[in-house]
């Protein structure tokens, strides 16, 4: 019964985002986020039903899309945290689907007040920097669900030049990032060191220790997969967080926020 009536409202509602078709699939793993896309959909169709899952930047909203799949029949929710609007309005429609439109670290700490607020995936790819990443982390990793995954698009960037030219992500056509990106005129350290810092990793690999299991792929840009196995508070090992803070609000000027 359930499903008959969700399949009538789709019929209804067809322009409204919930299933990716094979063709959708396709253009997903052809588009920025490339083969990763498979794991990434496996780990979301693993967590099954009653989640939160966090999109950081979402841009157009091809990650919010994969962490969107059949979220109704799922009874899933998806926040989506974007500063600068870019969305398709397809997927606005979708009852399951929250769009922020605010700057990802203070999303974060607002959302962590309600302390029933555990997402199970959270998705990272905004600003491609390591104290925006460290920041993101230092608000969003004590939220996640154990047994939850936190996600990091951007995470081998060594040798790849940049094609895209959308000026968000500071991504300029022609720009080399061997490690690190410029905004502002200053040398970015790119998500990866961010992940290491955080996480206490001398290299992004296979790994497992009683608080964490890691994932890593290099191809297509990147995509480190972390899941939580035990709570830890990972920030007591930044030195320093004043200088990461204010290093990330020079960062922000480049985006003008
Ligand atoms: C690479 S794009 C995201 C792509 C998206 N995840 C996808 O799969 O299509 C980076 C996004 O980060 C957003 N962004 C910039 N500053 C941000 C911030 N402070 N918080 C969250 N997102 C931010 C940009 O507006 C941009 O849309």
């Known amino acids: ?32 986020l490339g083969i990763n896309v498979i794991r990434f959909m496996e780990i979301v169709e693993s967590m099954g039903i009653n989640n939160t899952f966090v999109d950081l930047g979402v841009e157009t ?28 309005p397809t997927l606005l429609l979708n009852p399951n689907y929250t769009y922020v439109n605010a700057d990802s670290v203070s999303t974060g700490e607002n959302y962590g007040k309600d302390k029933s607020f555990t997402p199970s995936i959270i998705f990272v790819d905004s600003i491609h920097a390591k104290e925006q990443v460290l920041c993101e982390l230092k608000s969003w990793w004590p939220l996640l669900k154990v047994n939850g995954w936190i996600i990091f698009h951007d995470t081998a960037w060594k040798g790849y030049i940049h094609k895209a030219n959308h000026p968000c992500a500071g991504k300029l056509t022609g720009n080399t990032a061997k490690g690190y990106d410029t905004y502002g005129g200053i040398d970015w350290e790119t ?18 220790d ?7 792929s290099a191809k297509d840009l990147g995509m480190t997969f972390i899941q939580k196995k035990r709570a830890n508070d ?3 090992y930044i030195a320093n967080w004043k200088i990461v803070e204010s290093r990330r609000n020079t960062l922000l000027k480049s985006f003008g926020a």
């Open 1 to 32: 019964m359930l499903n008959f009536l969700i399949n009538t409202l789709f019929k209804k509602k067809s322009k409204m985002f919930n299933v990716l078709s094979d063709k959708q699939i396709k253009e997903l793993i052809d588009g920025e």
């Open 61 to 88: 909203g091809r990650s919010s899309k994969i962490l969107l799949n059949n979220a109704i029949e799922k009874n899933n929710h998806v926040i989506g945290v974007d500063p600068i609007p870019a969305i398709d």
């Open 191 to 208: 998500p990866d060191f961010a992940v290491k810092e955080f996480f206490g990793l001398n290299e992004l690999g296979q790994y497992e």
């Open 210 to 216: 009683k608080f964490i299991k890691v994932e890593h």
């Open 234 to 236: 990972f920030s007591k």
